[in-house]
C-alpha cells in the first residue's frame, strides 16, 4: 500500500490537507494522524471493515478494543448512556487528555468494544485531530499508532518506522505534547475506577470525582482485572532488547553499581543528575529526577532509540509513584522484565 505523507503545522492548520485526510476516512482507509498525547491509527469508527484494517495494521489481538474519538462532548450522547450530572464533571477535563468508559448503546459497532457492553470515549485538544474528526463527520477509532506490543509513537519518524505501507495517509504534525497515552477511567460504576493512569492525575481526578478508585495493577501489583481492563495485561511499550526497571530510591545508584557488573554492554538510561556517576558507560539521559512532565515526553523516544544502540542490556531509572510518576512508572514496569530495588 502506498502511504501519503502530509506535513501539517498544528499552529496553522492547513483544511485542505485534513480534507484529503477526512475523505480517506470516509472512504474507509487509515490515517495516523497526531494528538496532545500520542499518535493515533484512526478509521471511520462506524464502518466495521475500516476498522477491521487497524486492528490488522498493527497486529493488535481482536479482543483489546479501541476508544472512539469525538471533537464535541456532546455527540458522545448519541453512543453511551451517561446523566446530564455525569457529563457537567466531565466537561472539566476535555478536551484533553483522558479517555472515559462509560455503557454503550447498540449502535457501537462490537469490532470496537470486543463485544464488551461498555465503550471508552475521548475529546482529544490537538487542533489537527479535532479538525480531522470534524471534517470526517463521524468519531474516529483509534490506537496508538504503534505495532502492536512497541512504544507508542511520539513523533512522526516513528509512525513512518511502524506503519508506512500499513495506512493511506500519515499527517506528520510533529512532537505531541504529553508523550504518554491518556488517562483511562471508567465511570461507570458508582466511584470512578483508573484503569490506565495518564497525564490527568489522580490528585486531578480527586478534585472532581471525590472518591476515586486505583486498583493494584495500576503500580504493577496484583492480577489485571481483564474484564474491566482488558488492554492491561499485554506487555507493552516494551523495546526488543532486554530491559531493566531500577526503582528510584536514595540507594539507586549504589544498587546499579553492584549489579551492572554482570552485563558486558550495557546501556544507561539515566537522570542527568546522576550521570557523573556512570561515565565509564554508555548512557542516554532520560531528563531531570525534578521534572516529570520531560521524562514522559521523551520516554517512549528514548525507549526507542534505546532499542537501536549495539549494546545488550537497557538499565533505566525509575521515578517515584507519585502525580505523573504513576504512568512514567506504569509504562516503565510494562518494559521491562526485570526489577532492581531496595
Ligand atoms: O492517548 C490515547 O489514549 C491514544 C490516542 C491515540 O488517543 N490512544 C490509545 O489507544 O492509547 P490504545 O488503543 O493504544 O489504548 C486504549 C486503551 C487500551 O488499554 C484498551 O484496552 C482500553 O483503552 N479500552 C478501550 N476500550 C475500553 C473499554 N470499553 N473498557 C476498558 N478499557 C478499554
Ligand atoms: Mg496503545
Known amino acids: 500500500m502506498e502511504t501519503k505523507i502530509l506535513k501539517i503545522n498544528p499552529f496553522d492548520v492547513n483544511l485542505e490537507k485534513i480534507n484529503i485526510a477526512a475523505d480517506i476516512i470516509k472512504l474507509g482507509g487509515l490515517v495516523v494522524f497526531p494528538t496532545e498525547t500520542v499518535y493515533g491509527l484512526g ?11 487497524i486492528y490488522k495494521a498493527k497486529g493488535r489481538p481482536a479482543d483489546n478494543p479501541l476508544i ?3 471533537d464535541k462532548l456532546e455527540k458522545i ?3 453511551v448512556y451517561i446523566t446530564e450530572e455525569l457529563l457537567e464533571k466531565i466537561k472539566i477535563f476535555v478536551p484533553g487528555p483522558i479517555t472515559f468508559v462509560l455503557k454503550r448503546k447498540s449502535i457501537v459497532p462490537n469490532i470496537i468494544t470486543a463485544n464488551m457492553d461498555t465503550v471508552a470515549v475521548r475529546i482529544p485538544a490537538h487542533p489537527i485531530a479535532n ?3 470534524e471534517m470526517s463527520g463521524v468519531p474516529i477509532a483509534a490506537p496508538s499508532a504503534n505495532l502492536s506490543g512497541k512504544p507508542s509513537p511520539t513523533i512522526a519518524e516513528h509512525v513512518v518506522e511502524d506503519m508506512k505501507g500499513r495506512v493511506d495517509v500519515i ?4 512532537n505531541v505534547d504529553f508523550g504518554l497515552e491518556s488517562t483511562v477511567i471508567d465511570l461507570t460504576e458508582e466511584i470512578p475506577t483508573i484503569l490506565r493512569p495518564g497525564p490527568i492525575t489522580p490528585e486531578n481526578l480527586k478534585e472532581v470525582f471525590g472518591k476515586i478508585k486505583i486498583p493494584d495493577f495500576v503500580y504493577g501489583k496484583g492480577k489485571v482485572d481483564t474484564a474491566k481492563a482488558p488492554g492491561m495485561k499485554y506487555r507493552h511499550y516494551a523495546p526488543d532488547k532486554k530491559t531493566i526497571l531500577v526503582e528510584y530510591s536514595e540507594n539507586r545508584i549504589n544498587i546499579i553499581k553492584e549489579k551492572i557488573k554482570n552485563y558486558k554492554n550495557p546501556l544507561l538510561v539515566i537522570f542527568e543528575e546522576d550521570k557523573k556517576f556512570f561515565n565509564e558507560y554508555d548512557i542516554m539521559i532520560s531528563g531531570s529526577k525534578d521534572n516529570y512532565y520531560k521524562i514522559a515526553v521523551n520516554l517512549f523516544s528514548i525507549l526507542r532509540d534505546a532499542d537501536k544502540t549495539d549494546n ?5 531509572e525509575g521515578v517515584l509513584d507519585k502525580g505523573l510518576g504513576i504512568s512514567i512508572m506504569n509504562r516503565l514496569r510494562k518494559a521491562s522484565s526485570e526489577i532492581w530495588g531496595e
Request: glycine share 6%; aromatic share 6%.
Open 43 to 53: 478509521a471511520n469508527a462506524l464502518n466495521e471493515n475500516a476498522v477491521k484494517k
Open 68 to 70: 472512539m474519538h469525538f
Open 77 to 79: 450522547k448519541d453512543y
Open 131 to 133: 479538525k480531522l474528526i
Open 171 to 174: 499527517i506528520d504534525g510533529g
Open 312 to 316: 545488550d542490556v537497557i538499565i533505566i
